[in-house]
């Protein structure tokens, strides 16, 4: 039986991870193809999230494959009592592969012991968000045309943020020439981050984007969200310093270009979406080729 | 003045070098209730030269392996092995570190998946760092202390 797990891109070498953004370059634009033809692929979205489980279907419908969705279990079956466990060994029963997203860190390691079939995490807790790192490092390979040596800047809530968390540890292993860890001393990264950062890389804490912004080939953005602040004035002194807008791109290098795992909520002004500053709609587009390779790849149909 | 009335052991294990007040935490991780019928002998707050003060631990008739004894390192770091026959120290072995700690220490993130009460999931750390005494979560990847560990401890 063929077949393999995606919960955390930290589990993956390097190697693994070129080669599904290989793949993903195959099917970019995406087109119609069989190569999952009468698969099933199942989605257990524990925690809503209307546009990842959209960008799954969509890929899977792509490869000549089918989609069940669960619903959201949590409001399901748990409402009947019924465990975690117990849910998604019967889900298992349904599909030939299952994307699992759920609040609790850890949730899709659990899911992928528990489980015969592949599991693919679509994100879960604070950390782990591997298709969102895949397709955040597929679009900076595409823009920038190489992973290595470049200046990134990661931006907003890099404690619990996970689409930030999940793109610091997959950037630090490509050798960037400086990592900026760039947020309020709040929601400065988890030890458990910084510990595996030490060991690979040169990083910098920063806490205002002006210092850093003209050094930028990338600049990765996040939400900053309210209820992270036990003090809301705290909060309303700190917001206005991590928006970008074209104030702050004035100091940019020409060639910079911005990311935002989507969707935003005013920490990017709209005058900036006609730049050529602006990546992240392409970044968006880039959700269904990397997880159509990302499917070929647990399924086992990866590699040449 | 007294004789202090803990008698040499023919057979059995001491464990010795024990931080004071820890001696009842070593048993509880070793499991043993008194209920087992053999002689444990308990000192708290001895003179220790190396400690200034140490808790003793003996065991009559009971040979504990090295397997047994590496969590006794999460509360007593420091503590020493003596496996003892015929009043004799036959052998003796210092703590390791486990490699791996699965439902032992409970994970300190209420948001860790190995915490949902009723799941049949168990905790699982992983060491990482055995200079500095750090265990990782194999779930959340949250990083522990041995330092921390005594109020983890799972029953
Ligand atoms: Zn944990």
């Not at chain 1, 599904?20 to 970019?28: F, V, Y």
């Not at chain 2, 750090?134 to 799972?154: A, I, K």
Request: proline share 6%.
């Amino acid at each position: 039986m063929s077949g393999r797990d995606l919960v955390d891109l930290e589990d993956l070498d390097e190697g693994e991870i070129r080669e599904i953004l290989r793949m993903a370059s195959g099917h970019d634009p995406p087109r119609a193809t069989r190569t999952l033809d009468g698969k099933i692929l199942g989605l257990a979205f524990f925690e809503p999230s209307t546009r990842t489980k959209a960008s799954f279907t969509s890929a899977m419908l792509r490869l000549g494959g089918s989609v069940v969705d669960m619903g959201e279990p949590s409001t399901t079956s748990l409402a009947k009592g019924e465990g975690f466990s117990d849910t998604l060994r019967i889900l298992s029963g349904y599909c030939d592969a299952l994307v699992i997203r759920h609040k609790l860190d850890g949730a899709a390691r659990y899911a992928s012991e528990l489980l015969d079939i592949p599991v693919v995490n679509a994100g879960d807790g604070s950390r782990a968000h591997p298709t969102q790192a895949l397709l955040d490092l597929y679009t900076i390979g595409k823009i920038k045309g190489r992973l290595e040596g470049l200046s990134v800047g990661v931006l907003g809530d890099l404690k619990y943020g996970r689409a930030a968390n999940s793109f610091i540890l997959a950037i630090s292993r490509f050798s960037p020439k400086v990592l900026y860890l760039i947020s309020p001393p709040l929601l400065r990264p988890r030890r458990e981050v910084l510990e595996a950062l030490r060991r690979r890389t040169d990083f910098r804490i920063v806490e205002n984007p002006r210092d850093v912004i003209g050094e930028l080939d990338i600049l990765y953005v996040t939400r900053i969200q309210r209820e992270r602040f036990p003090d809301p004035e705290e909060y309303e002194r700190v917001k206005n310093s991590y928006v970008v807008d074209l104030e702050l791109l004035k100091e940019a290098r020409e060639d910079l270009r911005i990311l935002h795992p989507l969707p935003r909520v005013g920490e990017i002004r709209n005058e900036v979406d006609g730049t050529p500053f602006a990546a992240y709609f392409e970044q968006a587009r880039n959700g269904v080729p990397v997880r159509m390779a990302v499917l070929e790849w647990v399924l086992g149909h990866g590699g040449a | 003045m007294e004789e202090l009335r803990v008698r040499r052991i023919r057979e059995g294990t001491v464990i010795d070098h024990i931080p004071p007040g820890k001696a009842l935490k070593v048993l509880s991780i070793l499991g043993i209730s008194g209920s087992e019928g053999t002689v444990v002998a308990v000192l708290m707050n001895v003179e220790s030269r190396k400690l200034g003060k140490k808790d003793i631990v003996k065991l009559e008739g009971r040979f504990l392996t090295r397997d047994e004894v590496d969590e006794i390192a999460l509360v007593a770091p420091t503590a020493t092995i003596n496996i003892i026959r015929d009043y004799e120290v036959a052998e003796k072995f210092s703590l390791t570190l486990p490699k791996v700690l699965e439902g032992i220490v409970r994970c300190p993130n209420p948001r860790c998946v190995s915490n949902v009460p009723g799941e049949p999931v168990v905790s699982r750390l992983e060491l990482v760092d055995p200079e500095r005494g750090l265990y990782r979560c194999h779930y959340c990847g949250r990083l522990v202390e041995v330092s921390e560990m005594e109020e983890l401890l799972l029953q």
